[in-house]
T-cell receptor, first 113, second 115 residues
Framework: GDSVTQMEGPVTLSEEAFLTINCTYT??????LFWYVQYPGEGLQLLLK?????DKGSNKGFEATYRKETTSFHLEKGSVQVSDSAVYFC????????????FGQGTELSVKP | DTGVSQNPRHKITKRGQNVTFRCDPI?????LYWYRQTLGQGPEFLTY????????KSRLLSDRFSAERPKGSFSTLEIQRTEQGDSAMYLC?????????????FGPGTRLLVL
C-alpha cells in the first residue's frame, strides 16, 4: 500500500547548522510530493511542494527535489534557525484517490541557540 | 481568503455521547478532506468530498462516523457513541481540482478528548 518513511526524530541541531530530513515513499501512480510543517500548538502549513520528477520545491530557505528513481523527497536547509523548531511531515498525494495525502510519522526538529 | 476554519477548536465529551464538528473550507475550493491525527503521529486520511459528493472513505471511518457536505460548502463530521480511542485532533483541509495536484490547505483542527 501507499506509505511514507521519514527519518526518526527528534533531531537536535545548533543554530546555523545544516539540516537534512530524509523521506522515501511508496505510492501508486505519479504523486505530487509535499512537505508540511507543524509549529507547536498550530495546524499544518504547507512548506513546499514538487509535482513532477526532478522538480525542486523551495520556500523559506528549505529545499527538496523530487527523485522519481529513488522515490525520495529529502528536505534540506543550509542554516537552521531557532524558529525552525517544529515537526516536519513528508506527504505524497495519491492522484487516483482524490489527491489524498499520505503522511509519515513526522520528524521533530529542535534548534538550540 | 480567510483560510479554512474549524469549530469548535476543543471538545471534551463523555464516552457514549455524540459530537459534531464543522469545517468551513476556502470559499472557491471544491474538494474537502477530513484527517485524524493522534499524538505523535502524522495525520491519517478519513474521507473526502468533491463538491457535495463523498467520493472515498477510509477503513478507519467506522459506522459510528458520518460526514456530510450538503451544499458543497461547509462540512460536518459526526461521531456517534464516542469511545476513548476517538480522542484525537480532527483536521479539515480543502483544495481545488486542477491538472496538477493542488495544495491542500489545512484548518487549525478540532481537538477531541473523550473521558
Amino acid at each position: 500500500g501507499d506509505s511514507v518513511t521519514q527519518m526518526e526524530g527528534p533531531v537536535t541541531l545548533s543554530e546555523e547548522a545544516f539540516l537534512t530530513i530524509n523521506c522515501t515513499y511508496t505510492a501508486t501512480g505519479y504523486p505530487s510530493l509535499f512537505w508540511y510543517v507543524q509549529y507547536p500548538g498550530e495546524g499544518l502549513q504547507l512548506l513546499l511542494k514538487a509535482t513532477k520528477a526532478d522538480d525542486k520545491g523551495s520556500n523559506k530557505g528549505f529545499e527538496a527535489t523530487y527523485r522519481k528513481e529513488t522515490t525520495s523527497f529529502h528536505l534540506e536547509k543550509g542554516s537552521v534557525q531557532v524558529s525552525d523548531s517544529a515537526v516536519y511531515f513528508c506527504a505524497p498525494s495519491i492522484y487516483n484517490q482524490g489527491g489524498k495525502l499520505i503522511f509519515g510519522q513526522g520528524t521533530e526538529l529542535s534548534v538550540k541557540p | 481568503d480567510t483560510g479554512v476554519s474549524q469549530n469548535p477548536r476543543h471538545k471534551i465529551t463523555k464516552r457514549g455521547q455524540n459530537v459534531t464538528f464543522r469545517c468551513d473550507p476556502i470559499s472557491e475550493h471544491n474538494r474537502l478532506y477530513w484527517y485524524r491525527q493522534t499524538l505523535g503521529q502524522g495525520p491519517e486520511f478519513l474521507t473526502y468530498f468533491q463538491n457535495e459528493a463523498q467520493l472515498e472513505k477510509s477503513r478507519l471511518l467506522s459506522d459510528r462516523f458520518s460526514a456530510e457536505r450538503p451544499k458543497g460548502s461547509f462540512s460536518t463530521l459526526e461521531i456517534q457513541r464516542t469511545e476513548q480511542g476517538d480522542s484525537a485532533m480532527y483536521l479539515c483541509a480543502s483544495s481545488t481540482i486542477g491538472r496538477a495536484q493542488e495544495t491542500q490547505y489545512f484548518g487549525p483542527g478540532t481537538r477531541l478528548l473523550v473521558l
